[in-house]
Structures are given as structure tokens and as C-alpha cells.
């Protein structure tokens, strides 16, 4: 009876909220401290859908993590799954639970336990979900999950009423597309599906992070973007143009026009110069930068003279970087940059990136196993077991200066 007692109340508080409160942002960030509060929860979001991106954003969220800045693709982990099919989800127990792998708030740094998912419907469609992480002293129960999915018709209903803009804030012109993106790779008697449906844009002039376990598929992703793979199914268009299924003469003439390329491992020819590793790459192009030029905008101007041998490992780096950009290249692919340097040799060439992103308005994809890098990007795209996990936009990105690890 007080158990119906508490819920009768918190209904009617919840309903007060939405219905009196001045605005649609001040109603539901408002409902949602209360359903918090009253189910002892530890952080929780709401989640609505784009249906032009169709991608979760996370307009409200409370707690000791900030999630505001991500995105989910809708029908992909938990929220996505409640958003995609309308049916609540209850982790009980998240490191038993075969549907739980992780969620934005694990990377944040709330360790997930248990987690209430349920949809927003607003009776004729799912826009979105509310999400509950972590009830202290135990698992969500049946009388719980009903307050919370009869809170979020209520907020349902009321984003119906009232109208609520959902933006995504992703109005610049994009540069490169994918689309339901796959790739296998078939051997006897298997076939293993290392990308699963990928969705990304990629805009120009941005610098993206691309973070991930070995084996998440990162690698297999950039090398088709860079025309050094192909795609097994879906759609990839740059600029408009469709590189799905190129020919080998159209793909040698897209990885010239738009593609610089900056190695883990340097790749510079050990019998040439700093000038000559980079001059030899620009004879391969129609309207080069000056290679005198692209050496001094990573400051090697003095070094034009010297062989990789007498070079430390952040010069050629940083020789390698400017091997990218005397192309005038339209996108930079830089696979695991830093992997081989030490904390003061890696800010030294992340700065020199930082740098061509700022001069130069280049595009540059970057990936690492280095989740501290991410904080310097202008967004950061985790993967997990060939698709994107969760997209997040940093507000503020820092210098590469201010990076520790």
C-alpha cells in the first residue's frame, strides 16, 4: 500500500512537471530528476531520434557523467534496441546479461550494473527512450519499470503537444559518406564479417577520432575510405560522387585527388632526403604545394637536407606529415600516428596535425587506441565489433599541449 502510495505521488509530481513548467527542456530535464530521485538511480538520460539521421541524441542527461555531446545509432545497443522495437528492456545484472555489452556512461565513467530502458511513445511512433543506470541496493523491479514507462507516456505525449526540435547540429558540408557500409572477408569454410553496417558522415574541414579495440574493424573502415579496399556492400560516396565499385583506374585517380596518407610505421624512403621523400609525392600531383613549403608548415624547414636515418622518430613523423599534405589533399588518413612515440615525441607531431587542421582546413581521420587524443578531436567515433558504437562531439576540444597520458 505505501509502495503505491509513493508511486501515486510520484506520478502526480511527474505530470505537474510536465504540464506547468515554462518550457518543453525545463518539463522533461525536470521529470527526469524525479523518476532519478525516486528510483534511487545512480544517472539516466533521455533519448530522443532524428529521423533525418537516424540517431539517438541524448537531450537531458543527469548524473556524474556528461553525455551530452553523443550520439547513438538508433536499433544499436541498448537504447537503440528499446527505440527501434518500442519494448522495455531490464539489466538485471549487466555483467550476465548476454544483451549488455556496454553504454555511453561506462566510457564516461560510470561502471554500469543494472540499467531501465523503456521507450517513448507517443501512440503513434517511438521517438526515443528514457534511461536509468545503476538503482542503488539492487535490480529494477515490475512496479518500477510501470512508473518509468508510464512517465515517459506522459513526456511522450507531451513532446506531441508541445513540439520539440531535435537537432544534431551536423550543418557542415560533408565530404565523405557511408552507408550500411560491410566488408567480408571469405576463407574455406568461413566468412568472417569484420564491418556490419556502417553509418558515418565525414565533414570537411573536421578532425575525427577514430577509437576502438583490435579487431573492432577501425583499420578495415579507413583503408576502404582511402581506395585501398573495397567495400562488400553498401555505399560510399565522396563529394557526391559514388566510390562503391570503382575501377582500378578510378581508384588510383580518387586516391590521388583526395587521399594523404600518414603511417604508424613513417613508410619514407630510407635513400632520399627529408625534401626528396617529399617532392616525390608531389610530382604525382597536379597542383602541389611548394615541398619546401609543406616541410616548414610541420617546422622542418632546416632539416630538408637530412636522410630518415639521422632523423629522430618524431622528425619523421612529422616528414610523413608533410609527405600528406603537399597533395593538398582533401582527406587525411592517419592510421595509429603516435603508436611508436613516447608521451613528448607524440604532442610534437599531434601538434603539427592540430596545426594543418587549423591552416589548412584539412579533413583528417585519426585513429588510435589512445582515448586521450579523442580530446583534441572534433568528434570521437567508437567502434565495437564492426559498427558505430557511439558518436560524441567535444564542445571544446583541447590543444594537443594539454593531452596527458
Same mark, same amino acid.
Given at each position: 500500500?505505501?509502495?503505491?502510495?509513493?508511486?501515486?505521488?510520484?506520478?502526480?509530481?511527474?505530470?505537474?512537471?510536465?504540464?506547468?513548467?515554462?518550457?518543453?527542456? $525545463?518539463?522533461?530535464?525536470?521529470?527526469?530528476?524525479?523518476?532519478?530521485?525516486?528510483?534511487?538511480?545512480?544517472?539516466?538520460?533521455?533519448?530522443?531520434?532524428?529521423?533525418?539521421?537516424?540517431?539517438?541524441?541524448?537531450?537531458?542527461?543527469?548524473?556524474?557523467?556528461?553525455?551530452? $555531446?553523443?550520439?547513438?545509432?538508433?536499433?544499436?545497443?541498448?537504447?537503440?534496441?528499446?527505440? @527501434?522495437?518500442?519494448?522495455?528492456?531490464?539489466?538485471? $545484472?549487466?555483467?550476465?546479461?548476454?544483451?549488455?555489452?556496454?553504454?555511453?556512461?561506462?566510457?564516461?565513467?560510470?561502471?554500469?550494473?543494472?540499467?531501465?530502458?523503456?521507450?517513448?511513445?507517443?501512440?503513434?511512433?517511438?521517438?526515443?527512450?528514457?534511461?536509468?543506470?545503476? @538503482?542503488?541496493?539492487?535490480?529494477?523491479?515490475?512496479?518500477?519499470?510501470?512508473?518509468?514507462?508510464?512517465?515517459?507516456?506522459?513526456?511522450?505525449?507531451?513532446?506531441?503537444?508541445?513540439?520539440?526540435?531535435? %537537432?544534431?547540429?551536423?550543418?557542415?558540408?560533408?565530404?565523405?559518406? +557511408?552507408?550500411?557500409?560491410?566488408?567480408?572477408?571469405?576463407?574455406?569454410?568461413?566468412?568472417?564479417?569484420?564491418?556490419?553496417?556502417?553509418?558515418?558522415?565525414?565533414?570537411?574541414?573536421?578532425? +575525427?577520432?577514430?577509437?576502438?579495440? %583490435?579487431?573492432?574493424? @577501425?583499420?578495415?573502415?579507413?583503408?576502404?575510405?582511402?581506395?585501398?579496399?573495397?567495400?562488400?556492400?553498401?555505399?560510399?560516396?565522396?563529394?557526391?560522387?559514388?566510390?562503391?565499385?570503382?575501377?582500378?583506374?578510378?581508384?588510383?585517380?580518387?586516391?590521388?585527388?583526395?587521399?594523404?596518407?600518414?603511417?604508424?610505421?613513417?613508410?619514407?624512403?630510407?635513400?632520399?632526403?627529408?625534401?626528396?621523400?617529399?617532392?616525390?609525392?608531389?610530382?604525382?600531383?597536379?597542383?602541389?604545394? %611548394?615541398?619546401?613549403?609543406?616541410?616548414?608548415?610541420?617546422?622542418?624547414?632546416?632539416?630538408?637536407?637530412?636522410?630518415?636515418?639521422?632523423?629522430?622518430?618524431?622528425?619523421?613523423?612529422?616528414?610523413?606529415?608533410?609527405?600528406?599534405?603537399? @597533395?593538398?589533399?582533401?582527406?587525411?588518413?592517419?592510421?595509429?600516428?603516435?603508436?611508436?612515440? $613516447?608521451?613528448?615525441?607524440?604532442?610534437?607531431?599531434?601538434?603539427?596535425?592540430?596545426?594543418?587542421?587549423?591552416?589548412?582546413?584539412?579533413?583528417?581521420?585519426?585513429?588510435?587506441?589512445?582515448?586521450?587524443?579523442?580530446?583534441?578531436?572534433?568528434?570521437?567515433?567508437?567502434?565495437?565489433?564492426?559498427?558505430?558504437?557511439?558518436?560524441?562531439?567535444?564542445?571544446?576540444?583541447?590543444?594537443?599541449?594539454?593531452?596527458?597520458?
Amino acid at each position: 500500500m505505501e509502495e503505491n502510495k509513493r508511486f501515486a505521488k510520484a506520478t502526480w509530481l511527474i505530470m505537474e512537471q510536465l504540464l506547468l513548467a515554462d518550457n518543453l527542456n $525545463d518539463a522533461l530535464s525536470g521529470a527526469l530528476d524525479i523518476i532519478i530521485k525516486e528510483l534511487d538511480s545512480e544517472a539516466g538520460a533521455i533519448w530522443l531520434l532524428n529521423e533525418k539521421t537516424d540517431r539517438l541524441y541524448p537531450m537531458f542527461c543527469s548524473g556524474a557523467a556528461d553525455i551530452s $555531446d553523443i550520439s547513438i545509432e538508433n536499433g544499436v545497443g541498448i537504447e537503440g534496441l528499446v527505440a @527501434k522495437t518500442g519494448k522495455s528492456v531490464n539489466i538485471e $545484472d549487466a555483467e550476465t546479461d548476454p544483451r549488455f555489452e556496454s553504454t555511453v556512461f561506462d566510457d564516461q565513467g560510470i561502471q554500469t550494473k543494472t540499467m531501465l530502458c523503456v521507450a517513448l511513445n507517443d501512440m503513434k511512433k517511438v521517438i526515443g527512450c528514457i534511461q536509468l543506470i545503476n @538503482k542503488r541496493g539492487g535490480a529494477y523491479d515490475r512496479e518500477e519499470i510501470q512508473l518509468c514507462e508510464r512517465m515517459a507516456s506522459l513526456a511522450a505525449i507531451t513532446i506531441d503537444e508541445k513540439g520539440l526540435l531535435i %537537432s544534431d547540429s551536423e550543418d557542415r558540408e560533408i565530404l565523405v559518406t +557511408l552507408e550500411n557500409v560491410t566488408k567480408e572477408f571469405r576463407f574455406p569454410g568461413h566468412v568472417s564479417h569484420v564491418l556490419k553496417g556502417i553509418n558515418l558522415n565525414i565533414y570537411k574541414g573536421e578532425f +575525427l577520432v577514430v577509437l576502438g579495440e %583490435s579487431g573492432c574493424g @577501425k583499420s578495415t573502415m579507413m583503408n576502404i575510405i582511402g581506395g585501398m579496399d573495397y567495400l562488400t556492400g553498401g555505399k560510399l560516396t565522396v563529394e557526391g560522387a559514388d566510390y562503391s565499385h570503382p575501377t582500378d583506374a578510378e581508384l588510383t585517380m580518387y586516391r590521388r585527388k583526395y587521399i594523404g596518407f600518414i603511417f604508424q610505421s613513417y613508410n619514407l624512403m630510407p635513400n632520399l632526403s627529408a625534401l626528396d621523400n617529399v617532392r616525390f609525392i608531389a610530382e604525382l600531383c597536379d597542383d602541389p604545394m %611548394s615541398p619546401n613549403e609543406a616541410l616548414a608548415r610541420v617546422g622542418l624547414a632546416e632539416k630538408g637536407g637530412s636522410f630518415p636515418a639521422q632523423m629522430s622518430g618524431g622528425q619523421q613523423q612529422r616528414v610523413a606529415i608533410a609527405r600528406a599534405l603537399v @597533395k593538398r589533399p582533401k582527406l587525411i588518413l592517419a592510421d595509429e600516428p603516435t603508436a611508436a612515440l $613516447d608521451y613528448e615525441t607524440s604532442i610534437e607531431v599531434l601538434s603539427a596535425i592540430e596545426e594543418m587542421v587549423k591552416t589548412e582546413k584539412s579533413t583528417v581521420v585519426m585513429i588510435t587506441h589512445n582515448p586521450e587524443i579523442g580530446k583534441m578531436a572534433d568528434r570521437v567515433v567508437k567502434m565495437k565489433n564492426g559498427r558505430v558504437f557511439s558518436i560524441k562531439r567535444n564542445a571544446k576540444p583541447l590543444k594537443a599541449t594539454d593531452l596527458e597520458w
